[in-house]
């Protein structure tokens, strides 16, 4: 039987761009093309890597893709893909030997949101200012809140080590695209926390001082997805394992598309070149 399909886009992929919405608004990003998916939702469709990967900084071709989306060398030199940025209470800029101080500068020293979220149950993480409500769309919460703001990237580090002894730093991703997730009393969490570490953010506050970690007086958010079917068992698809990927999109959830077939996270394929097409047996 033939199969006709409808070339979409073609080009490198980047990360999803998402708008809060009933429900969010998903687009699929690559290279210079830009696909909404919300009219495809319950469509077939088909993504084919091609077999080539790009650089997202410096655009060269590389075999691998190293810190979503970056070439070896970039991955070495550039401070976004240092230890730091996942573990920012690591961050050495005081030593004089951040990869690159002015690009730290700009990213790094700039107000910081500590904040519950809860995607697959509660959860507590760290993000700039200017990327609320993204990263939260990003991880498929369905409740957010914003406890703290601090005044540099290494200060949410501090902080969010204090959390991690108390609630978890991590989302269960099959569990979140599988729909189940309870609500929670997002600012009931929030008072119990922050009795309980007052001492070691009162000890943070003594080294940085009084106006550098501020409470946020904070209605929760809450999200909702462009889903028509969560899937009961979750079964991922790679593209390095399996260059084509189909099936009837039933969902876009986080940086995951959810297909008859399986899920496929996005974001971990950033860099590669896929063609994106619409089509029917």
């Not at 230890?83 to 107000?111: A, D, S, V």
């Not at 729909?179 to 997002?186: A, N, Q, V």
């Not at 003594?206 to 970690?213: L, N, Q, T, W």
Request: net charge neutral.
């Amino acid at each position: 039987m033939s199969v006709v399909t409808e070339l979409l886009v073609r080009g490198c992929l980047a990360k999803m761009a998402v708008e809060p919405g009933a429900p969010a608004r998903y687009t699929l990003r690559a290279g210079d093309d830009r696909l909404p998916l919300d009219t495809l939702l319950g469509e077939p469709v088909r993504l084919a890597w091609t077999g080539a990967i790009a650089c997202t900084h410096c655009g060269r071709a590389t075999r691998k893709s190293f810190g979503q989306g970056h070439c070896y060398p970039c991955f070495k030199r550039l401070a976004r893909c240092d230890t730091c940025i996942m573990k920012p209470e690591l961050c050495h800029y005081f030593q004089g030997t951040c990869r690159e101080p002015e690009w730290g500068e700009r990213h790094c020293f700039q107000p910081h949101i500590v904040y519950l979220a809860n995607a697959s149950g509660l959860k507590v993480g760290i993000t700039r200012a200017t990327q609320v409500p993204t990263r939260w769309l990003d991880q498929g919460a369905v409740q957010a809140l914003p406890i703290l703001e601090v005044s540099s990237r290494q200060q949410s580090g501090f902080v969010e080590v204090l959390f991690k002894d108390e609630v978890s730093d991590r989302t269960n991703w099959r569990a979140m695209l599988k729909g189940e997730t309870r609500e929670l009393d997002l600012p009931g969490e929030r008072d119990r926390l922050l009795e309980r570490l007052a001492p070691g953010l009162a000890e943070l506050r003594e080294r940085f001082g009084v106006d550098a970690i501020r409470e946020l007086d904070a209605t929760p958010c809450t999200f909702e997805y462009p889903v028509l079917e969560y899937p009961t068992r979750v079964a991922s698809h790679n593209f390095d394992k399996t260059p084509e990927v189909a099936g009837r999109l039933m969902g876009i959830k986080g940086q995951y598309l959810m297909l008859d077939s399986g899920v496929i996270n996005l974001r971990k394929f950033t860099g590669y070149e896929v063609v994106v097409s619409h089509g029917a047996a």
